[in-house]
């Protein structure tokens, strides 16, 4: 039966994920906001994706840039007003894009009127209850509860001061500790997310992205976590992935989390057409991430071990097609990412020679960087990665071909992760910089002109060359190279949801076919590729070299003749 595309949009869809505070600023005040978004409706359509995922815009202190949210069902006040969030829904759908939002149900903010409430009610309260308060250890309660460490640096609890002026318990913050987690086990954090769910999906959101979505429950006695290895990525060993034996872990990927999206996925089903969700799970394990999606839970899982993956042919083949065999197996699409707001560039990425997956910008800054190189990589990588079967994530400015910013002044940086490590890990700021749209010159028609307020980031002095406008119309630009592969995408009907038959090509190269009659080859690290015989070339990410063969780093799709 063919696929009802008001329906089943999701199992091939490309979206482009809006970071707001960097994406365009609308009101001049360096900021990112709503109105920008909307000015740039047009682009997006033009650039040829099916939706946009938004990061959060709802009210936030922001301690962890809208990750810390104090009201779930308003706008954030900088970034617009529920009206103004109202009418860019509308307009999206009129320009034929979907609105995914982003949920963040693991934490709140510390000012969310729940924390107020748990503060004040005192120890043993119901109140308190809505979030994971616990007394000291040792003598005078002054050591945290457990040996859970922050996801941003430093133990996962905070101690509190009870009304009373005493010192009390200790609150769990698996993140900042401006984000206090909140209780699965309490009946009103159910019934609250899923209002929040109905409120967005009654304004015409057609999905969500779960923050965390593997975090949000807790294992009963909260056990010291041993050191256990998290994230587990794969490492390739005699020709194969290989990871240590999984084992459970106290508060990644419990077993109990799915209840919570069963119960979400009927929400998402009552309504027409069926609202979405995609899982920000960072989960290793093809099996147990193919969990999220069997069919009465979430529809689609970003793929971290892709994102990861270092580029070499080998592993990347076999992380495909682990990712869709383990998916296949429970009747879920893939889908394939290289970057987003949490993660280094993927073009800087690409620029060093590493031999271990990752993705922290830490990982990179002691490496030799060929940017050139880089820049090579994602052309012949963005083809691997629309050419796939599934769905697929663009992160804002890696149409452009944006490098992660490396040299931010320390007293810029605003990443949590800076302050709480130390000043030992850099930190998120370096790929959220705000995006280089016209001009010549910072804020390079960021912010509307005339503006005073500089980018809540500073842009890079030589990014001319990198702006929309730049980009526009040159052939061998990166935003060329991200339309003309959009576009095709959608005329090709081998392209997006289905399955892959891999050729067997020489050292370095990889390959697949696709029917009917499609063909992408990536000469990863190779010597000269040739083509395979009786295909026509659609696109290559570079110019062929010699003899019309592929040189490494590049990337072509092919309809046979
Ligand atoms: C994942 C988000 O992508 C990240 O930006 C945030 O800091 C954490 N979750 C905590 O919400």
């Not at 294992?219 to 998290?230: H, T």
């Not at 990863?524 to 570079?542: F, M, N, R």
């Amino acid at each position: 039966m063919a696929p009802d595309r008001r329906t089943d949009w999701w199992r091939d869809a490309v979206i482009y994920q809006i970071y707001i505070r960097s994406f365009a600023d609308g009101d001049g005040d360096g900021l990112g906001d709503i109105a920008g978004i909307r000015s740039k409706l047009p682009y997006l359509a033009d650039l040829g994706v099916d939706a946009v995922w938004i990061n959060p815009w709802y009210p936030s202190p922001m301690a962890d840039a809208g990750y810390d949210v104090s009201d779930y069902r308003s706008v954030e006040p900088r970034f617009g007003t529920l009206e103004e969030a109202e009418a860019l829904i509308a307009e999206a759908h009129q320009h034929g894009l979907r609105v995914l939002l982003d949920i963040v149900p693991n934490h709140t903010s510390d000012r969310h009127p729940w924390f107020a409430d748990a503060l004040a009610a005192g120890p043993g309260s119901r109140a308190r209850d809505r979030y994971v308060f616990r007394p000291g250890r040792g003598p005078d309660g002054d050591e945290p509860p457990n040996s859970w460490q922050s996801v941003f640096g430093g133990p996962a609890w905070e101690r509190v001061t009870e009304p009373d002026g005493s010192p009390g318990e200790w609150y769990l913050h698996l993140f900042a500790p401006e984000q206090p987690d909140v209780n699965w086990e309490h009946a009103d954090v159910w019934s609250d997310f899923e209002e929040t769910l109905r409120f967005w999906f009654d304004r015409g959101v057609d999905g969500f992205r779960i923050d965390v979505a593997h975090s949000l429950i807790k294992q009963e006695g909260l056990p010291d976590a041993e050191d256990l290895e998290w994230p587990r990525r794969p490492v390739e060993v005699d020709g194969a992935l290989h990871r240590s034996p999984w084992q459970p872990h106290p508060f990644w990927d419990r077993d109990e989390v799915h209840e919570v999206y069963r119960a979400w996925r009927k929400i998402a089903d009552s309504y027409d057409p069926p609202r979405v969700f995609v899982a920000e799970a960072w989960v290793d394990e093809p099996e147990r991430l193919a969990r999220y999606l069997r069919a009465d839970e979430l529809h689609t899982a970003f793929n971290f071990t892709y994102l990861q993956a270092i580029w070499e042919a080998g592993y990347l083949r076999h992380v495909i097609s682990e990712t869709l065999a383990e998916q296949g197996a429970v009747g879920a699409p893939a889908t394939w990412v290289l970057s987003n707001h949490d993660v280094a560039r993927h073009v800087s990425r690409f620029a060093r020679e590493r031999s271990e997956p990752g993705s922290s910008v830490m990982q990179l800054l002691d490496l030799p960087a060929d940017l050139d190189l880089g820049r090579r990589r994602a052309r012949a990588a963005v083809l691997l990665t629309l050419g796939l079967p599934g769905g697929a994530y663009v992160y804002q400015g890696e149409e452009l071909g944006l490098p992660e910013v490396e040299d931010l002044p320390d007293d810029v940086l605003q990443d949590p992760t800076w302050e709480r490590a130390g000043h030992t890990d850099r930190g998120r700021d370096g790929c959220r910089v705000p995006l280089p749209w016209s001009g010549s010159a910072p804020p390079y028609g960021f912010s509307p002109e005339g503006s005073t307020a500089a980018p809540w980031l500073p842009q890079p002095g030589d990014w001319a060359g990198l702006t929309a406008e730049a980009e526009t119309g040159d052939p061998g630009s990166m935003l060329e190279l991200y339309r003309a592969a959009l576009r095709l995408r959608r005329e090709t009907p081998a392209l997006g949801d289905g399955e892959l038959t891999w050729l067997e090509l020489p050292e370095g190269v990889l390959g697949f076919t696709r029917d009917p009659g499609f063909a992408c080859v990536v000469n990863v690290t190779g010597t000269h590729a040739a083509l395979p015989e009786g295909y026509d070339i659609l696109l290559t990410s570079d110019d062929l070299g010699t003899e019309g063969r592929l040189p490494a780093a590049t990337s072509a799709w092919l309809k046979r003749n």
